[in-house]
């Protein structure tokens, strides 16, 4: 049974950082290029980073290039995304993406 499981989220004010995790299970993590996406009321859901199976390659949204950066851990199964420099407009649901499922999200919130 897959399962990716987020942590992280919370309220923080602007300018300052996060870390957030998704752990995973059931499926064999290292093959595959896992992705973040996130989702603010109203809008819909855009891909925010991706990595690599190995982590060797990343990609980001023009939005948030220089500011988050993305990362696994192959041995713990696990895959990182730090928020720097939040922004107001950063707040949304970040979701954890494989190649076929979905977590259920952990809430950031950038306010003053």
Same mark, same amino acid.
């Given at each position: 049974?897959?399962?990716?499981?987020?942590? =992280?989220? =919370?309220?923080?004010? &602007? *300018?300052?950082?996060?870390?957030?995790? %998704?752990?995973?299970?059931?499926?064999?993590?290292?093959?595959?290029?896992?992705?973040? @996406?996130?989702?603010? &009321?109203?809008?819909?859901?855009?891909?925010?980073?991706?990595?690599?199976?190995? =982590?060797?390659?990343? +990609? @980001?949204?023009?939005?948030?290039?220089?500011?988050?950066?993305?990362?696994?851990? +192959?041995?713990?199964? #696990?895959? @990182?995304?730090?928020? +720097?420099?939040?922004? &107001?407009?950063? #707040?949304?649901? @970040?979701? %954890?993406?494989? &190649? +076929?499922?979905?977590?259920? *999200?952990?809430?950031?919130?950038?306010?003053?």
């Amino acid at each position: 049974q897959v399962q990716l499981v987020e942590s =992280g989220g =919370g309220l923080v004010q &602007p *300018g300052g950082s996060l870390r957030l995790s %998704c752990v995973a299970s059931g499926f064999l993590f290292s093959r595959y290029y896992m992705s973040w @996406y996130r989702q603010a &009321p109203g809008k819909e859901r855009e891909l925010v980073a991706g990595i690599s199976s190995t =982590g060797s390659n990343t +990609n @980001y949204a023009d939005s948030v290039k220089g500011r988050f950066t993305i990362s696994r851990d +192959n041995v713990k199964n #696990t895959m @990182y995304l730090q928020l +720097n420099s939040l922004k &107001p407009e950063d #707040t949304a649901v @970040y979701l %954890c993406r494989s &190649p +076929n499922f979905w977590g259920q *999200g952990t809430q950031v919130t950038v306010s003053s």
